[in-house]
């Protein structure tokens, strides 16, 4: 294994993301939108248009809490309007499915259970708009009072079989169970009360092999990836947890090979720490370093990478990515390529698992990083996928979407011919409702970008 201290440039970009519009103001149907918004979540519909999707919450009821959509094209938005059938709902999770669907994951409020359980709904080119109403019930592994956290998924077809299948990961406040991490399969709309198949633990620090036990620990934030191999395919999620023996933030990872209809073939894997893996401990200040909030993303040459926030030595945050690599000689996938992407230290106060950084991939084989940097800013950076070397960007919240406003939950998405990226992130100024914000960056203006960062110093 590896890790780096990475120099990052400064030096002006050739171009930049474009002056960010807001998408969301407030006063639509009788003042609900103008509660606060959270959690954007987005994916490209086409070069210069994004569909976006944000919840907005109550003053009331949990069950009053409700999704908004709409759609961005060139930098115009048209006007918010309410995401029909899905009352209660919660920080939403977009991804696009070959063949144009569209499938959402999201947390919501089920006044039968008393409690907020995983949901899933898909929408499929030539079915009528609006999305279906989600299929409700409680996950079937627990009793009623247990409740779901930061849904995360992604869709991808097996290529044995042509089944275009989300894969599903989130964190449950289980009766006894210290937050058990849930990985669940499904080809179709939704799942019914009682259906167990596709659900499974991913098995966390101090766990045993079925992800329980009495020194398993919480698990936060997971994000989920799926990759073809020889022989079918292969899950990879990453997420937030804890060392069983120091209480230490630490992000790990856990894959298992899957069968054809989406279950695990084997135990999952056990959890294998990402952040700080390759670094020397010895005299450090920060004997203990710490991991926050990882994204993971697949290439469009099929590589793993990963994106979190890493405290280095010194006791400072930055943000830093890895790839995951297949290692014949131990026959498991190991990280690799650990290298820091933000020019400057970054904030952790105020961080929660929706202000997560983000990666994505444009065709010209360049990988794109968003972040928080602080309270007030959102930073990217552009790096060349396939090396180890990282160009800033600047900050990308200005104008009416920056100032004096604490920002969060910034999302990044690719369009389908990889030319244009998307982001959103939620704006607040103090005393009021945030604002959904979008800017988008062409691709194709980077036509004179030079790799800028090299390693400074590997360790063994």
């Not at 009528?128 to 247990?146: D, I, V």
């Not at 209480?247 to 856990?254: A, D, I, S």
């Amino acid at each position: 294994m590896l890790s780096a201290t990475a120099s990052v440039s400064a030096q002006a970009p050739v171009a930049a993301f474009s002056p960010p519009i807001a998408i969301s103001a407030g006063g639509y149907l009788a003042g609900r939108e103008s509660q606060p918004a959270s959690s954007p979540s987005l994916l490209a519909l086409a070069d210069r248009t994004a569909y976006v999707v944000w919840w907005v919450r109550s003053e009331f009821a949990p069950d009053d809490d409700w999704m908004w959509e709409t759609t961005v094209s060139s930098s115009t938005a048209v006007t918010p309007t309410l995401l029909s059938g899905a009352p209660g709902a919660q920080q939403p999770r977009l991804v696009r499915g070959p063949g144009g669907s569209l499938h959402a994951a999201f947390r919501s409020w089920s006044p039968q259970d008393d409690a907020y359980n995983t949901n899933y709904i898909r929408h499929v080119p030539g079915d009528p708009l609006p999305w279906p109403p989600p299929a409700y019930g409680p996950p079937p592994l627990f009793a009623t009072g247990s409740e779901s956290f930061d849904p995360n998924l992604t869709v991808a077809q097996n290529p044995q079989t042509g089944d275009v299948r989300a894969h599903i990961v989130w964190s449950q406040d289980a009766p006894a169970l210290p937050r058990p991490l849930i990985y669940y399969s499904r080809v179709g709309a939704g799942w019914q009360k009682g259906d167990t198949d596709g659900f499974s633990h991913i098995r966390g620090p101090g766990c045993s092999a079925g992800g329980v036990g009495v020194n398993c620990y919480a698990g936060y934030g997971p994000s989920i990836a799926i990759i073809n191999r020889a022989g079918g395919q292969e899950a990879f999620v990453v997420w937030e947890g804890r060392d069983y023996l120091t209480g230490t933030p630490v992000v790990y990872f856990g894959h298992s090979p899957l069968l054809a209809d989406g279950t695990p073939a084997l135990e999952w894997s056990a959890p294998a720490q990402l952040s700080a893996a390759g670094m020397a401990k010895g005299a450090a200040t920060c004997p203990n370093l710490e991991g926050y909030a990882p994204s993971i993303a697949v290439s469009p040459t099929g590589q793993l990478h990963a994106v979190w926030i890493e405290q280095e030595l010194d006791c400072q945050y930055y943000i830093y990515t890895g790839r995951l690599r297949f290692d014949a000689p131990s026959q498991t996938f190991v990280p690799d390529y650990l290298e820091r992407v933000s020019p400057r230290p970054v904030s952790i106060n105020n961080q929660t698992n929706v202000d997560r950084p983000r990666l994505a991939f444009d065709g010209q084989g360049r990988r794109y990083a968003v972040w928080k940097e602080s309270y007030t800013v959102i930073r990217a950076a552009v790096g060349d996928a396939s090396q180890d070397n990282w160009q800033d960007l600047g900050q990308i919240n200005t104008g009416i979407c920056g100032g004096s406003q604490s920002m969060e939950a910034v999302d990044l998405a690719a369009s389908p011919s990889q030319t244009t990226l998307h982001a959103v992130w939620v704006a607040r100024a103090s005393q009021s409702a945030g604002r959904v914000c979008y800017s988008m960056l062409d691709t194709l203006a980077y036509r004179n970008y030079l790799p800028m960062v090299t390693k400074a110093a590997l360790h063994p």
